[in-house]
Structures are given as C-alpha cells and as structure tokens.
C-alpha cells in the first residue's frame, strides 16, 4: 500500500522535529500530535503539516486522532520520570496502546523510537521500560509492520546533551564529570531522521530492529574536551568514581529542574555503542560531529548572528528551530 499520511507522536520535539520537516518535504501529509499546539508551533508553516493538541493517554482522544492516517511515527519519551509522567506509561503501555489501535483501525504502518541497550535486564529504569514498549509493540507483529530503532545519544542544534555541556563549561570554572569513561556513539538529528523516512516504505526494513550510531565512539570526557575545543574555553574537568556520580545525580535531583538523575548514571553503565554500522537499506551515511556541532554550540551561521541581535533587544528565540 503507498502510504500519503503520517501521524507522529511526539513530532513537535527535537527529533520529531528533523523528521516531519524530512516527511513533508517528502511530500507526505504529516499530522503531529502534541500536548500544547504552542510546543509545534515552528512546524505550522511547513505546507504539508497539520499540528493537532491531543492527550495521547486518553484513548479515546487518540483514536480520533490515528483515524484515516495510512501510517504512524511514535516518538514520545521521557529522560526522567516523575510521579504524573512516567517510564512505565511512556515507553511501555503508551506504545501498546498506539499498537493495538493501529490493529484495530487497519492502520499497517508502525515505526517505533526505542534506545539503544533497552533491555529488561538493563540497570536502569528508562531502559527496561523502552524494552518493555518494544516487546508490547511486537505482539502485534502479525498484523502491523513494524520496525523500531534504537538510537545512541542524538545530538544537533536544540540537542540537550551536547549544548548542556557548552552552558556547563561556559558558566563553571571546573566540571566535575559523573561516569567520564561511559562510552557514546553520537548521531545527528537529521541522520536519524532520514532513516525513519528512508525505511517508511522500505519493505526490507519491516520486522526489523535497528541500532543507529554515528561514525565514531567517544568517551564522555572526551565529549566534554570536544565541547571545551570547540568554545576555545578549557576548563579542569574532574571526573568522579560510580559512587560520587551517584551522590551527584541524587543532589541534582532536588533542583527543580532535572539535568540528571540516578537513572541516568546507572544507563551509562552500558556502553552506548553499536553491534554495527547502519544498515545498508537506510541509505544513510552518517555525518562526522566535527562537521556539525561547531556551527551550532558557536552559533555560527547568519541564523545565529540574528538570534544573538534578537536576544540583545530582549525579544523571543524560536528554541525549536
Ligand atoms: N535525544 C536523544 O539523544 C535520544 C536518544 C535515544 C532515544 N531517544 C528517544 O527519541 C524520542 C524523542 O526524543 P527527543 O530527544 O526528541 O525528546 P523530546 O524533544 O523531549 O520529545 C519527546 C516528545 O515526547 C512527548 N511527550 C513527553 N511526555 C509526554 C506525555 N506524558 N504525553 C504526551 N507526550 C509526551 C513530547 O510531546 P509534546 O511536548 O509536544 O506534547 C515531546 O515532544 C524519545 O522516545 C527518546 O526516548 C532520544
């Protein structure tokens, strides 16, 4: 069946964002959900994009939604959970639940966003939670075609791992770095992106699971070395044994905003790292991160130039950009 729509969960974020913008230039009708139209406000002006405010968790308000799509994108997750947002519901009934409706409404197309390592033996909670989603979405194997990707760490413009670095590095004048051997494999956003586009009506890729890494494996301190190079900035980076990188994702967990928690330093027990190299049927060469961050993290390019006017007069940043 040639699929012209898509609906994607989760559009209007970051990696979500690469994607519908690579869906509608390729001329599919894409409707992304969100929770605020507010959140996909950047996605409206594209000519084939609808942004459509739906709870997901309400399956009722759902269903309406995924009614006549020919195919559907699931993208949401959560780094850290709290009592009203969690794992469990995200990463694993969420995903069941977009399943078994894709089943019911005849709707045969199913990509589906794990992360690398998910397993259910794995030492954190977001990665046995992404496992459980994969192994839920999988029951319905028969009758949808799915294929799920498990990514490394993603990084590009509005990325949160990278850019925390370079705000971590400009603002402190030592970085005490939790788990500085934890391995990665960096991937661009838009990498990652047209691998999804790439296997939508790719039938060799139905049925599969695929890892997604970028050229090259880095240790964490050498990420943040990276990061320090690229600014011309260098600052100590001290790096902390398992049980002083736990004691700061505790404290880290009482601010209000969560950069890291516990969850995350037990994930980086697992190296991010690839079994291998992109497959050859998504038609995706990735992309060096030395060809990409400087532009972005040293705002680089006119676009950057004008925020840095807009942000000296006061006015608003498109973030999502
Ligand atoms: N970024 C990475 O390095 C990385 C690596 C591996 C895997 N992944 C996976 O890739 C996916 C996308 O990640 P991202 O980096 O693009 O994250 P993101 O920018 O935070 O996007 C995630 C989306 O999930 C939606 N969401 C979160 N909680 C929700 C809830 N309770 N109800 C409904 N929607 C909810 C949000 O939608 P609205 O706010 O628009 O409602 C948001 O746009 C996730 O599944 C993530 O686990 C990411």
């Given at each position: ?48 994009v ?29 780094l ?22 894709c ?38 194997n ?11 760490v ?101 601010l209000?905003?969560k ?26 060469n ?6 990409v ?7 680089a ?21």
């Amino acid at each position: 069946m040639t699929i012209k729509s898509v609906c994607v969960l989760g559009g209007a974020g970051f990696v979500g964002s690469s994607i519908v913008a690579k869906l509608d230039a390729a001329g599919y009708q894409v409707k992304v959900l969100t929770r605020r139209r507010e959140a996909g406000k950047h996605l409206i002006l594209l000519p084939n994009v609808q942004v459509v405010e739906c709870d997901v968790m309400n399956n009722h308000a759902l269903k309406l939604a995924l009614t006549g799509t020919d195919a559907v994108i699931n993208l949401i997750g959560i780094l850290h959970e709290n009592n009203r947002n969690t794992f469990e519901e995200n990463h694993h009934q969420l995903p069941r639940r977009v399943a078994q409706l894709c089943e019911n409404l005849d709707i045969y197309r199913f990509i589906h966003m794990s992360a690398l390592q998910a397993s259910t033996h794995a030492p954190s909670q977001y990665l046995i939670s992404k496992a459980k989603g994969e192994i839920a979405i999988k029951e319905f194997n028969k009758k949808l075609d799915i294929t799920i990707f498990r990514p490394s760490v993603i990084f590009g413009r509005n990325d949160r791992f990278l850019n925390l670095f370079a705000n971590l590095v400009k603002y402190l004048p030592v970085i005490a770095l939790a788990k500085p051997q934890a391995r990665f494999q960096p991937i661009w956003v838009e990498d990652v992106a047209s691998c999804f586009v790439n296997a939508l009506e790719n039938t060799t890729t139905y049925d599969k699971t695929y890892e997604l890494g970028g050229p090259t494996v880095y240790t964490l301190r050498e990420l943040v070395q990276k990061v320090m190079d690229i600014l011309g900035k260098q600052r100590p980076i001290i790096g902390l044994n398992d049980r002083l990188s736990m004691m700061q994702a505790f404290t880290m967990e009482l601010l209000p905003i969560k950069l890291m928690t516990r969850d995350n330093v037990k994930s980086m027990a697992l190296d991010n790292v690839t079994h291998q190299s992109i497959a050859p049927e998504l038609n995706v060469n990735p992309t060096p991160l030395e060809a990409v961050v400087p532009e972005y993290l040293t705002n680089a390019t006119p676009r950057g130039a004008y925020d840095s006017f807009r942000s000296a007069a006061g006015r608003a940043i498109n973030a999502r950009r």
